[in-house]
């Protein structure tokens, strides 16, 4: 897959849209999340730990670390497609941007909605953005390509990498709370739905892309 690939189809239009309102989605969904105050999803704590730290903004931190996991793809022979790139940069300026105007929230009675909101529109916009077939995420790809490499599952893979990024975003001050236990519970459900309900249909095969039987299956196929 090269940047370009996937360029052209009586589709093109409405991909590109869900290419780009998803991405921005889930800048504004991990927003939502910091906004919230009760966990981060896990490349958040990352991002907002390397934040506290650094003093640059989360949304930067976001593309920093973006553009660092995409240079990992190299020695594991990953190819970026448009969504892999637009990915790093599109996150990052729209979580920045909805943090401008969004508040903090306070009090339970408001972080638990705007947590919960946070979440659902996550699943939201990785449907939308997986759904459109321009290849998967940064992080996304590193998880697929390790996969590929090593020869272990998915989940296992998965799951090491972000144990692995929760534990460090969290020794650098990123939240971790109950946030973060519902959307490691809640995302592969919520995926799952959102990747069949804005699945394009392929004009390859003429059928429909959906989802496979788990959120990875469907990530792996992207």
């Not at 790139?85 to 009090?107: I, K, Y």
């Not at 995420?137 to 990498?161: E, K, N, Y």
């Not at 020794?171 to 995926?191: D, F, K, M, Q």
Request: glycine content about 14%; hydrophobic content about 50%; cysteine-free.
């Amino acid at each position: 897959m090269s940047i370009t690939s996937g360029l052209r189809g009586a589709r093109l239009p409405r991909r590109l849209l869900q290419l780009y309102v998803g991405l921005a989605l889930y800048g504004a969904s991990s927003a939502l999340l910091v906004r919230g105050g009760l966990g981060l999803e896990p490349w958040g704590v990352l991002h907002q730990g390397l934040a506290e730290r650094t003093g640059l903004t989360i949304g930067v931190v976001s593309i920093i670390v973006g553009a660092v996991v995409l240079l990992l793809w190299i020695p594991i022979r990953q190819k970026p497609g448009l969504g892999t790139v637009s990915n790093v940069f599109v996150v990052g300026v729209a979580m920045d941007g909805t943090l401008a105007v969004v508040p903090d929230a306070r009090g339970l009675a408001v972080q638990i909605p705007v947590m919960l909101a946070g979440i659902a529109l996550n699943g939201v916009a990785t449907g939308l953005y997986i759904s459109a077939r321009f290849g998967p995420g940064p992080r996304d790809g590193l998880m697929t390509g390790l996969h590929r490499l090593t020869g272990r599952s998915v989940r296992l893979v998965r799951t090491a990498l972000e144990v692995a990024v929760v534990a460090t975003g969290f020794v650098l001050g990123g939240t971790v709370g109950a946030g973060t236990v519902v959307y490691a519970l809640s995302i592969g459900p919520l995926a799952q739905l959102f990747l069949r309900v804005f699945a394009i249909p392929s004009a390859e095969a003429g059928s429909t892309v959906v989802a496979g039987s788990t959120p990875e299956q469907a990530i792996l196929r992207t």
